[in-house]
């Protein structure tokens, strides 16, 4: 089996397989639209899988020409049962673990996002807003999960908003 995590990674599994019989596996994380033509046709049409992270990513696929019936939906970053584990715990004991592990306030809000640091994210426009956010709520904590090309000015736009005390980088 080759598991293709990425599209590039998808074309090449697409040539690696030739002669073989290996199944390939496909898997998208990005909602951008399929590129039309061969190079979509290889690297998720012709797969024998193709996961998608939501469905939203499997929209894409499908809109794309990906046969839906080979799509499978699998979450990224949620454990299974993660949900019904939950409500075993109550709130405020998850919130006084985690405030302690992260040096937070556990009754503060909190704003978390988990994603690569790329430009086409806009954690700038996050960062903006939690600037507004602070001004009314003084006490919130933004957490920023990921790392990527865009890190360090994404920590000096921090700093020149003021809120780099409130915003951590993990």
């Known amino acids: 089996i080759l598991h293709a995590h990425s599209a590039h990674a998808a074309g090449l599994a697409w040539l690696a397989s030739r002669g073989t019989q290996a199944a390939r596996v496909a898997h998208r994380r990005v909602d951008f639209p399929l590129r039309s033509g ?12 193709v996961i998608a992270i939501s469905e939203a990513v499997k929209q894409v696929l499908v809109d794309g020409g990906v046969e839906a019936s080979r799509i499978a939906v699998v979450p990224s970053a949620i454990e299974p049962n993660l949900i019904e584990r939950q409500k075993e715990i109550p709130r405020d004991i998850c919130r006084q673990v985690y405030s302690g592990n992260l040096g937070l306030d556990w009754d503060a809000g909190w704003v978390g996002s988990v994603c ?26 933004f957490l920023l999960a990921g790392d990527g090309r865009e890190r360090e000015r994404l920590e000096r736009l921090a700093f020149s908003l003021g809120i780099n005390t409130k915003v951590r980088f993990m």
């Open 116 to 141: 690569a640091l790329e430009r086409h994210k806009g954690v700038d426009s996050l960062l903006r807003a939690a600037r507004l956010v602070l001004d009314k709520r003084p006490k919130t904590a």
């Open 38 to 49: 061969l190079s979509a046709w290889l690297k998720y049409g012709s797969a024998d899988s």
